[in-house]
């Protein structure tokens, strides 16, 4: 690199070109993908003729939007589904996996996890966690049940088949990736094998917390049986572009029962204004097969550069993956500090921050994050959290261009190396 605008370490430049060269095969893999996935997106657009009429605003009740219904069309394509709900006026992926949760389960049914605990905003939602009265899913008296994962972190088939066999399951909910964790995510194959297992044995809806997965492989949950998935536009669907909003995709009639709760039984999705949003989340999803290519060659870079640093990095740049959440066991709460605040020094918003580990409600330990984000909260742009407890492992994920996250990276690892917590 002649230009060093970022004063990096010369003998940090050095490792940085040898973690990238290992990591050749895999970038040849993503970029693959990313060519099906991005040429998928483009017939998705064409087949239905998406026009420039499409990217108009539309306000009040927003009847006969034809961008929406547009919008719809082309996602639900994509993901390999019959219908889908994107909507910009899903707060959040709680939100939106909440709506989902709700259209499709009744009072006396039962639901079972199939991933262990479930992320943890999610909790509150079953009621596994937090008050009562609330108006989560046990309130309702919705059933939950779960099974745990394996010693190596698998979804136990032998606990699920045999629930199946003794319980009366509505529904098997699966989260695909890991979350905050260190088990593995899903492969959509993998997940293939849970809705065949589910099919022997009931007639339960399968729904996936798609979170972080979708375009990291050429398929989704549902081209594999999935009844029902959900995500969130400002993760890997809204392509960094997204403002805000979610995605419901699935079986039709299953779309429609979710419609009816995110409006009114009745309405379903033949309400709601989209106020100018459309453009954006077309944009986006438009971008989203190639940023997620991005994002995955930024935790692959990630991996390869903190393994030579000699710390065990999950998954390793050379492991499958199946969503875009790299983690790195960094071993004291001082590197993790240090490697959030050398993050945030390589965003493009808020570079001048300085991340502080604060009382995050919900957690038990402080966390401490680095987000330097065009969209506030974004985690397919470039961003970090690390809860201050062992093994001090740092979650990274995102990034909507490779050769700047890789940046983000290198300034890390260089705060690191000023403090002394690493040597080169
Ligand atoms: C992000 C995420 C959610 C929730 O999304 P929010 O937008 O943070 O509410 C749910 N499940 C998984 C696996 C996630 O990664």
Not at 163 to 185: A, C, H
Not at 250 to 270: D, F, N, Q, S, W
Not at 362 to 368: A, F, L, R, S
């Amino acid at each position: 690199m002649a230009e060093n605008y970022f004063n990096i370490d010369e003998k940090l430049l050095e490792l940085s070109e040898k973690a990238l060269n290992r990591c050749k095969e895999e970038f040849i893999k993503i970029d693959k993908t990313t060519e099906i996935n991005q040429q998928k997106v483009l017939y998705a657009f064409s087949a239905n003729r998406v026009s420039e009429a499409d990217l108009s605003i539309t306000t009040g009740y927003g009847y006969g939007d034809r961008g929406r219904e547009a919008l719809d069309k082309v996602a639900a394509m994509c993901l390999g589904a019959e219908d889908s709900i994107v909507r910009h006026s899903f707060a959040s992926g709680t939100h939106t996996l909440t709506v989902a949760l709700f259209g499709l389960l009744r009072p006396g049914e039962k639901m079972l996890c199939v991933t262990g605990t479930p992320y943890d905003t999610i909790r509150p939602v079953i009621g596994i966690k937090g008050k009562e009265g609330r108006g989560s899913l046990k309130d309702f008296g919705i059933t939950y049940m779960q099974t745990e994962l394996t010693d190596s972190g698998r979804v136990d088939l032998d606990a699920v088949e045999k629930m199946l066999k003794t319980e009366k399951i509505k529904m098997v909910y699966i989260q695909r990736s890991r979350g905050y964790t260190l088990r593995p995510s899903l492969s959509v194959e993998e997940i293939g094998e849970i809705v065949a297992l589910t099919r022997n044995f009931s007639d339960a809806i399968v729904m996936v917390d798609n979170c972080y997965g979708e375009f990291v492989q050429t398929k989704e949950p549902t081209d594999f049986g999935a009844d029902i998935i959900a995500g969130s536009l400002i993760k890997n669907p809204g392509g960094g572009i997204a403002k805000c909003g979610g995605y419901i995709a699935g079986k039709k009639e299953l779309v429609e029962l979710c419609a009816y709760r995110m409006t009114a039984p009745g309405i379903g999705k033949e309400v709601g204004a989209t106020l100018g949003h459309t453009r954006d989340m077309l944009m986006g999803l438009f971008h989203a097969p190639h940023v997620v290519g991005e994002a995955l060659k930024t935790a692959v870079f990630c991996a390869s550069l903190y393994e030579l640093l000699g710390f065990d990095a999950s998954p390793a740049h050379n492991e499958e993956r199946y969503d875009i959440i790299q983690s790195i066991s960094l071993g004291n709460p001082e590197r993790l500090i240090a490697f959030c605040r050398g993050l945030q020094k390589g965003s493009p918003i808020d570079s001048f921050v300085v991340p502080e580990p604060w009382d995050m409600p919900g957690y038990d330990n402080k966390v401490i994050m680095a987000a330097g984000a065009f969209t506030s909260g974004s985690s397919i742009e470039l961003s970090a959290d690390a809860p201050l407890r062992e093994p001090f492992a740092v979650w990274l994920q995102g990034g909507l261009n490779f050769h700047s996250a890789k940046i983000g990276i290198l300034l890390s690892a260089q705060e690191m190396l000023k403090e002394g917590l690493i040597s080169l």
